[in-house]
């Protein structure tokens, strides 16, 4: 068939002489009557995961029949697994196909998961099972495509506040290896192409699906490097790469070249390829349904090119289970506070009780016994740490600390000894003690065994040992005692027996007056 091309002479050529070409068409005998071939194509290999299809496509033809499933159209699309045969009828009569497999993978188990928490904020374990099969991946979303870890478990990030984080399974299968094309060059005859042509030479394919090119089988009539190249339909290269061929003969080329799936690659070797073509035997197409079809050469249908028992490998299958919450929660600590503790304590002062709120925790700390912080326990020193501590129902434990100092005593606060009366007259005395120490004391006095009391306070600081009583009845005798007052240890108590004193009865002399007179 002779082409012209630009026959309106819309684009100006180099050569306006050479604007057609011949293309040869093999024309080839068809079936006998009553004996069409059928087959099916399929958009993928046959093996699909679960929730996936595939669409499977007869020979053209005038009316089909499916089975299983009874549908009447060209294609049809599935996702259940079944062996697949197809009846067409076309001008040559009626003919039922191979049958396509098609085989569908166990789904992935959706995972379990297991939430964790933690007190306040910090890491936080999460974990899942998936009964044993599948890879988990973790995800800070519903929709991220990152993952964050894979594994049966996950540590978050320091979190301040409840998160969610999400897992799911996936199992993957082995994509399947399938070889494309005659196994070597023994289907017909042929020759080894020792001269570099003026066209490049090169074998054309389909790729039906995403696949990867593993390697070809090439015969050599030479050693030595050959540069291999993928192009698509347009003549774009794709890829190339220089490998030896290291001896004459059979020899595998590894090339694993992904390649998207698409129409007319052309797989070449540039220069002189010394290596073998066919001549006859050749019978396109050769197909791996659902995968690659190798339909031509440079030279249409005619030669065989090259490239031998293509083995090519179709995508790992993933099947992927729904993606799951797991809750990370963040639990808050108890608000914690206690009372009755000082900062500072004389090492004789006597022990103080705390009160933790809320109640039910423990105080631990230097001197602490129970609730009650003793000073003489601890001994001076300091500052000490007092610490009450209270776990709440969700296991989170809060704590309040307060400090506390231990001191030399500065009062003694004993019971004053060595009690005395001196300059006494009608209506006053002074009372004296000694052998105590304290903030403060507290005289008591009454008419001699009566409980008519009277008392004075008076400061103790510093070394106060008597005071003067005033107000007293003339001639009269009187019971008096003395205690210590202090801030932080226990005060004193008064004397068992009482100290007397009798105040005085004098007549005051009364003298007129004299040296009257007046000025101004």
């Known amino acids: 068939i002779v082409v012209q091309l630009d026959p309106n002479q819309n684009m100006t050529e180099l050569n306006e002489n050479n604007n057609v070409v011949a293309v040869p068409i093999t024309i080839s005998n068809q079936s006998s009557a009553g004996s069409p071939v059928i087959k099916i194509s399929a958009n993928k290999p046959g093996n699909i995961s ?26 049809i699309t599935v996702n259940t697994a079944g062996s697949y045969t197809c009846a067409v009828t076309n001008y040559c009569g009626t003919a039922t196909s191979s049958p396509f497999v098609v085989t569908v993978n166990s789904p992935a188990n959706v995972p379990v998961g297991t939430g964790g928490s933690v007190c306040g904020s910090g890491s936080v374990n999460l974990s899942a099972t998936n009964g044993g099969t599948g890879t988990m991946k973790w995800y800070n979303s519903p ?11 996950y540590n978050t990030p320091s979190i301040s506040s409840t998160t969610t984080y999400y897992v799911e ?38 790729a039906v699906s995403d696949l990867t090119l593993v390697s070809v089988k090439v015969f050599a009539s030479a050693a030595g490097n050959r540069t291999f190249v993928l192009q698509d339909r347009a003549s774009t290269t794709l890829k190339s790469a220089t490998i030896n061929v290291p001896s004459t003969g059979a020899n595998v080329i590894t090339l694993n070249w992904f390649i998207p799936a698409g129409p007319g690659y052309k797989l070449m ?30 030279s249409g249908h005619t030669t065989y090119t090259f ?76 500052p000490y740490n007092i610490v009450y501590s209270y776990t709440n129902g969700q296991g989170c434990t809060g704590t309040q600390t307060q400090q506390v100092t231990v001191t030399t005593p500065t009062v003694n606060c004993l019971v004053p ?18 052998g105590a120490t304290a903030d403060s004391f507290l005289v008591r006095y009454a008419v001699h065994n009566t409980t008519n009391f009277n008392w004075k306070k008076i400061n103790g600081q510093p070394n106060v040992v008597s005071t003067t009583l005033t107000g007293l009845n003339p001639g009269t005798q009187y019971d008096w005692w003395v205690r210590s007052l202090c801030i932080n240890i226990s005060s004193s108590v008064y004397q068992a027996v009482p100290a007397t004193f009798t105040t005085l009865n004098t007549v005051a002399q009364c003298v007129t007056p004299y040296n009257l007179n007046a000025t101004s």
């Open 417 to 434: 000894s060595g009690l005395s009366a001196s300059n006494i007259q009608n209506t006053s005395v002074q009372v004296n003690w000694s």
């Open 269 to 298: 070797v540039t220069g002189t390829p010394n290596l073998y073509y066919n001549t006859s035997g050749v019978s396109y197409p050769y197909s791996a349904p659902g995968i690659c079809t190798i339909f031509g050469s440079y």
């Open 307 to 382: 490239f031998y028992d293509m083995v090519v490998k179709s995508p790992d299958l993933v099947a992927k289970s729904g993606r799951i919450p797991v809750v990370a929660t963040v639990n808050p600590l108890p608000s914690v506070s206690f009372s009755g503790l000082a900062a500072s304590y004389p090492s004789n002062a006597s022990p103080v009780t705390l009160t933790g709120s809320p109640a039910g925790g423990t105080f631990s700390g230097t001197g602490i016994n129970g609730n009650q912080f003793n000073p003489a326990t601890a001994g001076v020193g300091g």
């Open 50 to 75: 679960s929730g996936d299809n595939i669409t499977l496509t007869a020979t053209a033809g005038s009316s089909y029949l499916w089975s299983p499933g009874g549908a009447t159209t060209q294609s």
């Open 169 to 206: 399974n996936e199992v993957t299968t082995t994509g399947p290896t399938t070889h494309v094309g005659p196994a070597d060059n023994t289907i017909g005859s042929g020759a080894y192409q020792t001269t570099t042509p003026s066209t490049t030479w090169y074998s054309q394919f389909d």
């Open 143 to 153: 929709t991220a495509t990152i993952a964050l870890t894979t594994g049966s478990s």
